[in-house]
C-alpha cells in the first residue's frame, strides 16, 4: 500500500443553512487506525461524508497528499479511498456477490469485464467476513447483521489505501463486533491501510484505534493516543457523563467505567 495524508483544513460543513462544523483542521495518521467517538450529533458522520467527498464544504477543504479531494478524478480517488457510510442501501434484487463485486469497479475497464484478481479478491473479502455462505443469496433477505457484514466485503473488495467506515459494528453482536475489528486491524498491520472509522464504543474504540478524536457541538475537543484521550475529565465533557478509566486486563488500554445516577462512586 501507498502512503498517503488526508487532512481537513478549516473546514465547515452543513446542510442547508444549517452548520454543522465550523473550521476544523483534522490531520488523519497515516497508516494508523484512528477512531472519531462522540456523542449523537456532533458531527462525526458529517465529518467522514466531507473526508471521503461526499459531502462539499461550505468554506475549507480537504486535502489529499496536498491536492484539493475536489480535483481528483472519480475513478482515481476510488483507488486511494473508500467510505462505508452508515445505513447504506443496495440496489434492489441484488445478490451478495454481486454487490461485494461492485468494489472492484474502481479497477475494472470500461467494460467492467471481470478479471482473475477481481473473482479472487471478491472471494477473499467474503470469506475475511464470513460472508461466503450468503454469496448467492440477494442482500435484502439478509438480516441486519449479515448485511453489515456484506458491506464490510464490499468496502474490502475495494482494495484502497484509505478505508473510512462509519458504525461499521452496527446491528453487530459482540462476537462479530470483535471479528471486524480484528479483521481491520490485520488490514492495517498487514496491507498498512490508513483506518478512519466512527464507533460509539469507547472501550472498543480505545482498544482497537492507534489515534482518537473526541468531538463535542461540532468541534474536535480532544485528540491523541487512546490514554490520553480517555479520561474521567474527558468523558464528562465530551459525553456528559462521570466515571472512572482504569486499565482494561486484556489489552491494558483505557478501560471506561461509567457511573450511572443510581451508582456512587466508591
Not at 461485494?100 to 467492467?112: A, D, E
Amino acid at each position: 500500500m501507498t502512503q498517503h495524508t488526508l487532512e481537513a483544513r478549516n473546514i465547515s460543513l452543513g446542510y442547508g443553512e444549517r452548520t454543522v462544523i465550523d473550521g476544523m483542521e483534522l490531520h488523519v495518521p497515516e497508516n494508523k487506525i484512528t477512531s472519531i467517538i462522540g456523542p449523537n450529533g456532533c458531527g462525526k458522520s458529517t465529518l467522514l461524508r466531507a473526508m471521503s467527498r461526499l459531502l462539499k464544504p461550505i468554506s475549507g477543504e480537504v486535502l489529499l497528499d496536498g491536492t484539493p479531494l475536489a480535483s481528483r478524478p472519480s475513478k482515481e480517488l476510488a483507488k486511494i479511498l473508500g467510505l462505508l457510510p452508515q445505513s447504506p442501501v443496495a440496489p434492489e434484487g441484488i445478490v451478495v456477490t454481486d454487490l461485494v463485486g461492485r468494489g472492484r469497479h474502481p479497477h475494472q475497464g470500461m467494460l467492467g469485464r471481470w478479471s482473475p484478481r477481481d473473482y479472487e479478491v471478491v472471494a477473499k473479502s467474503l470469506e475475511s467476513t464470513h460472508a461466503t455462505d450468503l454469496a448467492e443469496r440477494p442482500v435484502d433477505e439478509l438480516s441486519g447483521g449479515q448485511r453489515q457484514r456484506v458491506w464490510i466485503a464490499m468496502a474490502l473488495a475495494q482494495e484502497t489505501d484509505i478505508l473510512m467506515l462509519d458504525e461499521p459494528t452496527t446491528y453487530l453482536d459482540l462476537a462479530n463486533q470483535l471479528e471486524i475489528l480484528d479483521l481491520l486491524t490485520d488490514l492495517n498491520q498487514e496491507s498498512n491501510t490508513t483506518i478512519v472509522m466512527v464507533l460509539h464504543d469507547i472501550n472498543l474504540a480505545a482498544r482497537y484505534s492507534d489515534y482518537l478524536v473526541g468531538m463535542k457541538d461540532g468541534a474536535i475537543y480532544c485528540q491523541g493516543a487512546p490514554d490520553e484521550v480517555v479520561t474521567p475529565e474527558n468523558m464528562k465533557e465530551v459525553f456528559g457523563i462521570r466515571c472512572q478509566v482504569h486499565p482494561d486486563p486484556v489489552s491494558h488500554t483505557p478501560l471506561v467505567m461509567p457511573v450511572g445516577r443510581h451508582h456512587s462512586e466508591r
